[in-house]
C-alpha cells in the first residue's frame, strides 16, 4: 500500500506516548498508526484505547525495543515506515511532517531526525546514527522482521543502518533542535540509567559491523552523495546516468 506506516514501540511511557500519539493521530502524512505495547505495566492499554485509529499490538512479558520494532514491521501495510521512539518531549505534527518530507518528495531514500539533546559529537557530525526516529523503504526490513526479533534489545537502528549503508540509499538528516528524548536516568533513577545506556552502546556495538565508527563514517558518506547529486542540474544528472550505462 503506498503510503506510510508509523510505527510507536513503548515500554511504561505514560504521559510521553500521549504527546507522540496527539503528534501522529489523524496527521495527513501518515496511512497507518502502529503502537507497539512492548509488556508495559502501567495504564497504556488504556490510553490507546482513546485512538480510534491506531493499531494496538500487544504481548507480555518486555522483549525489548529491537523485538518490538520487529512486530511493528511484520505487521505494516505502507511502503514506507516512519519509526518513532515513544519518550520524545517537544514533538509535534510539523516534526512528523518535516521527517517524511524529504522522502515523500523524493529528496531521499531515508531520513532520520537529529534532536536538540543528541551527543554534542553528533551535533558536531550531523548525524545520530542511533536516532529512533526516521522514514525508510519497507522493503529494506520487511524480509528482516524475523532476524530483527533474535538481535540485542538496543540493536535495531545499527542493524537497519547497515541495511541502508549495503544498498547504498539516499540519506537525509532532519534537524530537529525542539525536539529530545527523556533520558534513561530521569527514567529509572542514576545507577539504573547508566546500566541502561551502557547496554543501549553493547548492543550497538555487537550489532553493528566493523563498530560504530566505521558505520558513523559510512553514513556520512552516503549523506554527502546525497546532497552532492541534489545540487546537480538535470543536464548533468542525464550525463552522469549516461555514463553508468
Given at each position: 500500500?503506498?503510503?506510510i506506516?508509523?510505527?510507536?514501540c513503548t515500554y511504561?511511557?505514560?504521559?510521553?506516548l500521549?504527546?507522540?500519539?496527539d503528534?501522529?493521530s489523524?496527521?495527513?502524512?501518515l496511512?497507518e498508526?502502529?503502537?507497539?505495547?512492548?509488556?508495559?505495566t502501567d495504564?497504556?492499554?488504556?490510553l490507546?484505547?482513546?485512538?480510534?485509529d491506531v493499531r494496538?499490538i500487544?504481548?507480555t512479558?518486555?522483549?525489548?525495543?529491537?523485538?518490538?520494532?520487529?512486530r511493528?514491521i511484520?505487521?505494516?501495510?505502507?511502503?514506507?515506515?516512519?519509526f518513532?521512539?515513544?519518550d520524545l518531549?517537544?514533538?509535534?505534527?510539523?516534526?512528523?511532517?518535516l521527517?517524511?518530507?524529504?522522502?515523500?518528495?523524493g529528496?531521499?531514500?531515508?531520513?532520520i531526525?537529529?534532536?536538540g539533546?543528541?551527543l554534542?559529537l553528533?551535533?558536531?557530525?550531523?548525524?545520530?546514527?542511533v536516532?529512533?526516529?526516521?522514514?525508510?523503504?519497507?522493503?529494506?526490513?520487511?524480509?528482516?522482521?524475523?532476524?530483527?526479533?533474535?538481535?540485542?534489545?538496543?540493536?535495531?537502528?545499527?542493524?537497519i543502518?547497515?541495511l541502508?549503508i549495503?544498498a547504498?540509499?539516499r540519506?537525509?538528516?532532519?534537524?530537529?533542535?525542539e525536539?529530545?528524548n527523556?533520558r534513561?536516568?530521569?527514567?529509572l533513577?542514576?545507577?539504573?540509567?547508566?546500566l541502561a545506556?551502557?547496554?543501549m552502546?553493547?548492543?550497538a556495538?555487537r550489532?553493528?559491523?566493523?563498530g560504530p565508527?566505521?558505520?558513523?563514517?559510512?553514513?556520512?558518506?552516503?549523506?554527502?552523495g546525497?546532497?552532492?547529486?541534489a545540487?546537480?542540474?538535470p543536464?548533468?544528472k542525464?550525463?552522469l546516468a549516461l555514463r553508468r550505462?
Open positions: 500500500m503506498d503510503g506506516s508509523c510505527i510507536v511504561n511511557e505514560g504521559d510521553r500521549r504527546r507522540i500519539l503528534a501522529v489523524g496527521h495527513p502524512a496511512q498508526i502502529i503502537v507497539v505495547n512492548d509488556g508495559s495504564d497504556a492499554h488504556l490507546l484505547q482513546a485512538y480510534r494496538v500487544s504481548y512479558p518486555n522483549r525489548g525495543k529491537t523485538y518490538a520494532m520487529s511493528g511484520a505487521a505494516a501495510k505502507c511502503d514506507r515506515l516512519m518513532l521512539d515513544a518531549a517537544g514533538l509535534s505534527r510539523r516534526h512528523i511532517q521527517l517524511a518530507a524529504p522522502v515523500v518528495g529528496a531521499a531514500d531515508v531520513s531526525s537529529l534532536r539533546n543528541s554534542p553528533y551535533r558536531m557530525i550531523g548525524l545520530d546514527f536516532s529512533g526516529e526516521r522514514v525508510i523503504p519497507a522493503s529494506l526490513v520487511r524480509d528482516q522482521a524475523s532476524r530483527m526479533a533474535g538481535l540485542p534489545p538496543w540493536g535495531g537502528e545499527a542493524f543502518n547497515q541502508i549495503e547504498a540509499l540519506i537525509e538528516v532532519v534537524d530537529w533542535p525536539v529530545t527523556v534513561k536516568h530521569r527514567k533513577g542514576r545507577l539504573r540509567g547508566l545506556e551502557l547496554s552502546i553493547r548492543d556495538f550489532t553493528a559491523p566493523g565508527v566505521r558505520q558513523n563514517l559510512e553514513l556520512l558518506r552516503l549523506m554527502a546525497a546532497r552532492r547529486a545540487r546537480l542540474r543536464r548533468d542525464a550525463r550505462l
